[in-house]
């Protein structure tokens, strides 16, 4: 499976979201490596921080912010089982080259609605690369939700003019996360029990599910 997340907004959680779903993936015995397709870097940086801190591989990752993404993925593709692309966070060529590389692309969103607007811009060019790759599947996820609170379900309703399917199962703002990033461990790492690692647990068992 190859997976892009894409949003036109930063700062959706896109990397947290790329790096966490290849490690459930990594987890279930499959290989994966993660590309790097954000010319910021943060899947590269939170690589970094885990090779320093002698922690084990549990997939590759590897920085590709070209526009031949999609040119340059088909045949990475042949030797591992699952790619996950970390997208740049603006509408631009290399955008275009992530979603024509992927088979699915997975759109972050969260309770906002300034996340709903820019999220537009992404699903437009999911319908122009439709026409090139008609067996394309785009869905978006909720990301950051804050815990017990309606927003997570109401931007569900949100996006629905969009015309792209919600998965049922979201991720949570917590804390933990920001550990995650700081340290380069995984939530599975930090804490196989907490509600965090049940939660992508899920996602990623859906997005198997849905779409292997």
């Known amino acids: 499976m190859i997976i892009a997340l894409l949003n036109q907004k930063g700062g959706?959680?896109?990397?947290?979201?790329?790096?966490?779903?290849?490690?459930?993936?990594?987890?279930?015995?499959?290989?994966?490596?993660?590309?790097?397709?954000?010319?910021?870097?943060?899947?590269?940086?939170?690589?970094?921080?885990?090779?320093?801190?002698?922690?084990?591989?549990?997939?590759?990752?590897?920085?590709?912010?070209?526009?031949?993404?999609?040119?340059?993925?088909?045949?990475?593709?042949?030797?591992?089982?699952?790619?996950?692309?970390?997208g740049p966070p603006r509408v631009t060529a290399l955008a275009r080259s992530a979603i024509l590389a992927a088979e699915v692309v997975l759109i972050p969103v969260q309770p906002s609605p300034y996340d709903v607007w820019a999220s537009a811009e992404v699903?437009?060019?999911?319908?122009?690369?439709?026409?090139?790759?008609?067996?394309l599947r785009a869905v978006f996820v909720v990301n950051r939700a804050v815990v017990r609170t309606v927003i997570g379900r109401e931007v569900r309703s949100a996006v629905v003019p969009h015309g792209l399917p919600v998965?049922?199962?979201?991720?949570?703002?917590?804390?933990?996360f920001a550990e995650s990033a700081a340290t380069g461990r995984l939530v599975r790492e930090i804490d196989p029990h907490s509600a965090a690692t049940r939660e992508i647990a899920a996602l990623a068992s859906e997005l198997s599910e849905r779409f292997r």
Do not use: N, Y
């Open 167 to 176: 998965l049922q199962c979201g991720v949570s703002q917590r804390v933990v």
């Open 12 to 86: 959706v959680g896109k990397t947290t979201l790329a790096t966490h779903l290849a490690g459930e993936f990594a987890f279930a015995g499959r290989t994966v490596v993660v590309i790097d397709a954000d010319p910021q870097g943060s899947a590269l940086d939170w690589a970094q921080i885990r090779a320093h801190s002698a922690l084990p591989r549990r997939f590759g990752v590897m920085g590709l912010a070209r526009e031949t993404v999609h040119q340059e993925v088909p045949e990475l593709a042949k030797t591992v089982d699952d790619i996950v692309i970390d």
């Open 123 to 135: 699903v437009s060019l999911v319908a122009e690369a439709l026409i090139f790759k008609p067996t």
